[in-house]
């Protein structure tokens, strides 16, 4: 099996030319494995960790509540904010400068063909990263992603997770808050869950920033462990 992963850190990039680009790739990997099932074919299938930092934007998932963003096109253009209805899973969430959002386009045939599990695994990536700066974090039954304090009247959300799968090759992917804005969800009904909070790494730090290269590298630590796979650093 196949399971290298070549990753790739686009900097800081527009979120419609980030998901242009993932969806490339994302395409490039079905178009092949439809060619090798056609042709009778055994050609790799690649998989990828795209990192990138986007501008202010809210992005909807498919199934999600637009009613959920609480701006209009007005008050977005006044944030400085863009907002694109996308098609991942879940519901609003906000991405921005300070965040470290991961996308790995992977052929989950190369690994295991779960769904579930993929999602649970990349929970843990952050649960241990989270682990490693001092910072107790958990799932919360029902409602993907990582959050702290979880059952208590402090709950609050550090991580969201949405994505998308077909023919078990997935694309979107995590938005860790390192060093984001908090304000900016003040705007939304985060992930469409009302009466939670959101929080920041640096914020539960205590700090003003955090090292966004320092998080990363725990990050593929902790990704590379999971999933068992070689790491490729692709520039």
């Known amino acids: 099996m196949n399971k290298k992963i070549i990753v790739r850190d686009l900097g800081m990039m527009d979120y419609k030319m980030a998901w242009e680009y993932q969806e490339s790739i994302f395409e490039s990997i079905v178009n092949q494995k439809i060619s090798n099932k056609r042709e009778g074919l055994n050609i790799e299938t690649s998989n990828y960790f795209l990192f990138v930092e986007h501008p202010h934007v809210y992005t909807l998932g498919k199934s999600g509540d637009v009613s959920n963003l609480l701006l209009d096109e007005k008050q ?103 060093n984001s804005d908090l304000g900016y969800f003040d705007n939304i009904v ?23 290269c320092d998080v990363q590298k725990l990050v593929l630590k902790h990704f590379k462990e999971l999933f068992e796979a070689e790491l490729i650093h692709d520039r």
Request: aromatic share 10%; net charge positive.
């Open 76 to 178: 977005l253009a006044s944030k400085g904010a863009t907002y694109y209805k996308i098609n991942r899973g879940g519901d609003i969430t906000y991405h921005g400068p300070g965040q470290i959002v991961g996308y790995p386009i992977l052929d989950l045939e190369n690994f295991f063909t779960d769904i579930h599990r993929y999602l649970r695994l990349l929970e843990e990536v952050i649960i241990l990263t989270l682990q490693d700066f001092g910072i107790k974090s958990s799932r919360s039954p029902g409602e993907t992603g990582v959050w702290l304090d979880v059952a208590t009247p402090f709950a609050r959300k550090i991580c969201a997770m949405g994505v998308r799968a077909s023919r078990w090759v997935t694309m979107h992917g995590f938005a860790l808050n390192v």
């Open 190 to 212: 985060p992930c469409g869950i009302r009466g939670k909070g959101v929080t920041s790494l640096n914020v539960e730090l205590g700090v003003d920033a955090v090292a966004l």
